[in-house]
């Protein structure tokens, strides 16, 4: 079975500001792929960014970064000049590449952005 | 449609009533799956359909929910003698991608079930 943990259920940044939320995961296998979903008050996920394992490279999407690291089980994102629209639950998951594999997501953690 | 559609996007049901949430997944993707979001939780896994074919129903919490998607478009997720603990956002995605591993998963804005 695998676990992801977001220990922080809130985070708050001033606009213009960068900001990282945490999480944490632990699968026994050794291939797999990590993911940040945004959820808006809406309710329609998107996703963020996703990093492959496999890859010792941090993925980066604009403002959008990850800091992995693999031996520490730990996939935190960074969101470098923080805008309103930010403002949204974020869920971290991962899944292995594996028979009957789920995506599985943390608890997620509620951003606000302070104008 | 240009997204995942899911109906109806708010639904009362009393206890015991029977339900049906339908999910409309984007034209031509393959792989469907269900989640369910208690409020200020992470979606859980219910199942995955690959195509028509159900692949993974191991997350149905009971013998009360059932899936199907008897063409390989659209998807319905029954609930029978709802619960009070079947209320939740009930989630719909879909992915182009064959493999159910590396496809991006496409979101609806859910479903969201009040038990009374």
């Known amino acids: 079975a695998q676990t992801v943990t977001q220990s922080q259920p809130e985070m708050s940044v001033q606009e213009a500001e960068t900001v990282t939320l945490s999480c944490t995961y632990d699968?026994?296998?050794?291939?797999?792929?990590l993911f940040w979903y945004k959820q808006p008050p809406s309710r329609q996920m998107i996703l963020v960014i996703r990093?492959?394992?496999?890859?010792?490279q941090n993925a980066t999407e604009n403002r959008f970064s990850v800091n992995f690291q693999k031996a520490a089980k730990s996939f935190s994102l960074k969101i470098s000049d923080s805008q309103l629209g930010d403002a949204a639950m974020y869920f971290c998951a991962c899944f292995y590449t594996g028979a009957n594999s789920k995506l599985t997501f943390g608890k997620g953690i509620t951003l606000s952005v302070r104008p | 449609g240009a997204g995942v559609s899911q109906s109806p996007r708010y639904k009362v049901a009393k206890r015991g009533q029977d339900v049906a949430l339908r999910c409309d997944p984007i034209?031509?993707?393959?792989?469907l799956f269900w989640y369910q979001q208690a409020l200020g939780q992470g979606p859980e896994f219910l199942t995955y359909f690959q195509n028509e074919a159900q692949l993974d129903k191991s997350g149905l919490p009971s013998d009360r929910f059932f899936a199907e998607r008897p063409e390989g478009s659209v998807s319905t997720l029954k609930i029978q003698r709802t619960q009070q603990e079947d209320s939740a956002v009930y989630l719909c995605?879909?992915?182009?991608?064959?493999?159910?591993?590396?496809?991006?998963?496409?979101f609806g804005e859910g479903s969201r079930l009040t038990v009374l």
């Open positions: 034209s031509g993707h393959v792989s």
């Open positions: 995605a879909s992915s182009l991608a064959l493999s159910r591993f590396t496809g991006e998963l496409f």
């Open positions: 699968t026994s296998e050794s291939d797999y792929y």
């Open positions: 990093q492959e394992a496999y890859k010792q």
